[in-house]
């Protein structure tokens, strides 16, 4: 019992520990785009809790392909399995990262932040994979390593904000904007832009960008 105890409260601390070494990182990369601590705190907070809001944009009819028997085909009619399906965006995943980006860009060189971003919307379409039921994913961890390598090498002088905006726009762009014809394949009753497997990839890039930069 003990023991058991013990180990319960280590794992606790050990998260507690793991939560705000993650903060400080959090408010490191931000406070390289011009944040002060203060600001860099409730970016993220605001980020974290939006992440759980999606805005409907649209919603429409679409139908589903249903597979029917041999015999069914001659015999019986079932018509095809038509669902509604809303199209939203994510908060945290998209209109805040979209809303600093447009912040940055007044701060920042306009050519290395255009060239790294069509470079990263052209990565991220290749790799971005359509999941039925769900939606959009990206793996997270390309788009920032990919932001962050050509932000140094653009922006050598100033990278981060070249860093932030090619990484968050490039994986919203490419992985769901560009997917948008694809959405109805989908067959999910919501697909939310920037949300779901895209906005792993969009705070990442956002984070880590920033970050590699200045190691």
Same mark, same amino acid.
């Given at each position: ?5 013990? /180990? ?32 860099? =705190? =409730? ?16 919603? &429409? ?59 990263? =919307?052209?990565?991220?379409?290749? =790799?971005? &994979? ?19 390598? /050509?932000?140094?090498?653009?922006? &050598? ?11 968050? /726009? ?33 705070? /990442? ?11």
């Amino acid at each position: 019992m003990y023991r058991s105890s013990l /180990l319960l409260a280590t794992l606790v601390l050990l998260c507690i520990l793991i939560f705000f070494i993650l903060i400080d990182v959090v408010t490191f990369s931000y406070s390289e785009l011009g944040l002060s601590q203060v600001s860099a =705190i =409730i970016l993220l907070i605001a980020t974290l809790l939006g992440a759980m809001i999606n805005i409907p944009i649209t919603t &429409r009819k679409i139908q589903l392909e249903g597979r029917q028997s041999f015999l069914s085909q001659f015999f019986f009619y079932t018509p095809p399995k038509v669902i509604s399906q809303t199209i939203a965006i994510n908060v945290g995943g998209a209109l805040i990262p979209i809303g600093f980006s447009i912040y940055l860009l007044f701060r920042t060189s306009l050519l290395p932040t255009l060239v790294a971003g069509l470079a990263v =919307i052209f990565i991220v379409r290749l =790799i971005a &994979r359509p999941v039925p039921g769900t939606g959009i994913t990206v793996p997270a961890f390309v788009p920032p390593l990919v932001s962050a390598g /050509l932000a140094l090498l653009l922006a &050598r002088n100033h990278p981060a904000p070249v860093a932030y905006i090619s990484g968050t /726009l490039g994986t919203l762009i490419g992985g769901d904007l560009l997917n948008w014809p694809n959405f109805k394949k989908l067959g999910a009753h919501m697909i939310s832009i920037g949300g779901a497997g895209v906005f792993d990839g969009v705070f /990442l890039a956002g984070v880590l960008a920033v970050l590699i930069t200045k190691i």
